[in-house]
């Protein structure tokens, strides 16, 4: 592979991480400034994680550009340019899934913090079923019988 075309192929490959790293990042800010409540923590933890990204897929690049694959120029360009396109996919996809968990293991975090939900008195929302004829309460716990009997009768 000519110098051109080794050139080409960093060029176009560091362009591919750093377009997809802002991608991430800009998403990925906005999504976990959603859970975290403060804005400048959720954007610290995705810069942390672009950042990460941008580093193990620029070393793939570096890696990629020294295998030798093709023949003449072009399709050795082409044929490290499919390489990269799938790991950077792969790496994506990796980061996406990163984020997701910060953002779960935070949803987590705020609800243990918050403690449990008050539940709303059975009084306080009136009857849910209307009883039967002849059954006594308020709350049924169960129906009678066909026969019109009490509930639990071995009849």
């Given at each position: 592979m000519t110098t051109n075309a080794y050139l080409s192929f960093l060029a176009i490959g560091v362009a591919?991480?750093?377009?997809?790293?802002?991608?991430?990042?800009?998403?990925?800010?906005?999504?976990?400034?959603?859970?975290?409540?403060?804005?400048?923590?959720?954007?610290?933890?995705?810069?942390?994680?672009?950042?990460?990204?941008?580093?193990?897929?620029?070393g793939v690049l570096a890696l990629i550009s020294t295998i030798e694959m093709g023949g003449s120029d072009l399709p050795g360009v082409v044929g490290r340019i499919g390489v990269l396109l799938l790991i950077l996919a792969l790496a994506h996809a990796i980061t996406l899934g990163v984020l997701a968990r910060i953002r779960g293991e935070q949803e987590v975090e705020a609800v243990v913090q918050r403690g449990p939900r008050p539940r709303a008195d059975m009084e306080q929302q009136g009857t849910t079923v209307t009883p039967v004829p002849g059954q006594d309460g308020r709350y049924p716990a169960a129906s009678p019988t066909l026969e019109n009997r009490s509930p639990y009768s071995a009849q």
């Open positions: 591919l991480v750093l377009i997809d790293g802002q991608i991430i990042y800009r998403s990925g800010r906005r999504y976990l400034e959603n859970s975290y409540g403060d804005p400048a923590a959720g954007a610290s933890m995705t810069r942390l994680v672009t950042v990460l990204f941008h580093l193990a897929t620029l």
